[in-house]
């Protein structure tokens, strides 16, 4: 289709997961362009058109002869594509606790990333402690923050329910026994995973169960 945007990352669900259910979400019709082998993303980096932009990184998303790179600037580029706005937060207080809550995630992700490229022979001895050094008090704000509220920011979904969503399922899946002490996320994930769009893309062929994150360097996720 002429019209179809794209969508490249790496053949896992890592950052572009959010992006994929925020597509989705919003019914755009997408290419999901996954690269397999590293040879296959920076074999083109010196090809057109990529060798001509300054801030080629994955994911990206094409639109015509258009290319958006940072995940950040994809979630805004999205909603206004599908005349979205008000997923970038309806008000000043919603837009402020979207940033909020996106700074908390990132926090945790670094922590989480931190915890699951450790060395092979520190692993085992050290992730309990990183995990709730570095991870789990972080989770356990948002928990209490997002208490309360129909929604990560408020009363209103946004493009930030999509991120907090995939790190719930990142959560669900590293660690069932503390992701059973978040009350208010598992409540989040619930009405989520509800959503008919979400609902009807993780039921599909379409939906990439697997892996998180590459195996080699990361001990988790694969």
Do not use: C
Not at 6 to 23: E, F, M, S, T
Not at 46 to 73: M, R
Not at 163 to 177: I, P
């Amino acid at each position: 289709m002429a019209d179809q945007l794209v969508l490249g990352y790496w053949g896992i669900r890592g950052l572009a997961q959010p992006l994929r259910y925020l597509l989705e979400y919003l019914g755009l019709p997408y290419e999901d362009k996954r690269y397999l082998k590293p040879e296959e993303w920076f074999g083109g980096l010196a090809q057109a058109p990529f060798n001509t932009h300054v801030l080629v990184n994955l994911p990206y998303i094409k639109d015509g002869d258009k290319y958006v790179y940072e995940s950040a600037a994809l979630y805004v580029y999205l909603a206004h594509k599908a005349n979205r706005a008000d997923l970038l937060g309806s008000t000043p207080d919603e837009q402020v606790a979207v940033a909020q809550v996106r700074g908390v995630i990132q926090d945790a992700l670094k922590g989480f990333f931190h915890l699951i490229t450790l060395p092979e022979d520190q692993y085992a001895a050290q992730k309990e402690e990183i995990y709730a050094n570095e991870v789990a008090w972080l989770i356990e704000r948002l928990d209490k923050f997002i208490g309360g509220k129909t929604w990560a920011a408020g009363a209103n979904l946004t493009y930030i329910d999509f991120a907090l969503f995939e790190l719930e399922e990142t959560l669900k899946s590293f660690n069932a026994e503390s992701w059973a002490k978040f009350a208010n996320l598992q409540k989040h994930h619930q009405e989520f995973s509800n959503l008919p769009q979400i609902k009807e893309y993780m039921a599909s062929g379409r939906f990439l169960a697997g892996p998180f994150y590459p195996p080699g360097r990361f001990r988790w996720g694969f």
